[in-house]
């Protein structure tokens, strides 16, 4: 699951309507509804966030929140290292290789080192 997916099944649920009622309301297919909230699929259209935030009523500061939430969710990532050092490379395989495998407490650790080195905007 992707936190835009879980994010959206909290949403949905809080609101009391199944996958089928939600799609039909958007104009999507429940299966692609699904798909999202499992994973499934990648980063969903400008359009559809538009559509889900005005389905429940999600504005300003929630939206961009949400509309953010999407754009870190794309379960099929791609990590481009051309024209960076070896150590790079092999940094970014053993995370594609190991990333099932970290614990929940590595993670954090992880995000909180790359957070910190992270420049401001």
Do not use: C
Not at 64 to 93: H, I, Q
Not at 109 to 117: E, K, M, N, P, V
């Amino acid at each position: 699951m992707t936190p835009f997916g879980e994010t959206l099944r909290a949403l949905r649920r809080k609101k009391g309507v199944s996958q089928k009622e939600m799609a039909r309301a958007i104009g999507v297919s429940p299966a692609y509804l699904s798909a999202l909230e499992h994973g499934h699929k990648g980063r969903p259209s400008f359009d559809f966030l538009q559509r889900v935030a005005g389905y429940f009523n999600i504005i300003w500061d929630e939206a961009e929140a949400l509309f953010s939430m999407a754009e870190a969710s794309d379960p099929k990532v791609v990590l481009d290292t051309a024209g960076l050092p070896a150590e790079y490379t092999a940094f970014a395989n053993l995370l594609s290789a190991r990333l099932r495998d970290l614990s929940k407490e590595d993670l954090a650790r992880l995000t909180a080192i790359l957070q910190a080195s992270a420049p401001e905007a």
